[in-house]
Nanobody, 124 residues
């Protein structure tokens, strides 16, 4: 089992920044990759970004590329999502994800464990 605890969500004006954190505990030696998904009201959960635990590879959804940056601190078992130039359409609940396989990383089916979610609201 892996437990994931997110923090850092909140309300921000368009153009602003937020930094999300996700701390993992439990079977952290099994981490191969972690990432972030988001879900807006009435929509499916969608991929945002992912990073291999070596830090060698990152991947982003096209809608956030160039504005969001994913990183990790392996010593702290923590993954971060720096979100800049936020837009109202970024408003969603953001979920931390622990992958059980590093294939099809944009799919929720590749995720073994989820965090509880943190709300991000961007006002116009």
């Amino acid at each position: 089992q892996v437990q994931l605890v997110e923090s850092g969500g909140g309300l921000v004006q368009a153009g602003g920044s937020l930094r999300l954190s996700c701390a993992a505990s439990g079977r952290t030696f099994s981490i191969s990759a972690m990432g972030w998904f988001r879900q807006a009201p009435g929509k499916d959960r969608e991929f945002v970004a992912a990073i291999t635990w070596s830090g060698a590879t990152t991947s982003y959804a096209g809608s956030v590329k160039g504005r969001f940056t994913i990183s990790r601190d392996a010593a702290k078992n923590t993954v971060y999502l720096q979100m800049d130039s936020l837009r109202p359409e970024d408003t969603a609940v953001y979920y931390c994800a622990h992958y059980y396989q590093i294939v099809a990383i944009t799919s929720t089916h590749s995720v073994g464990f989820w965090g509880q979610g943190t709300q991000v609201t961007v006002s116009s």
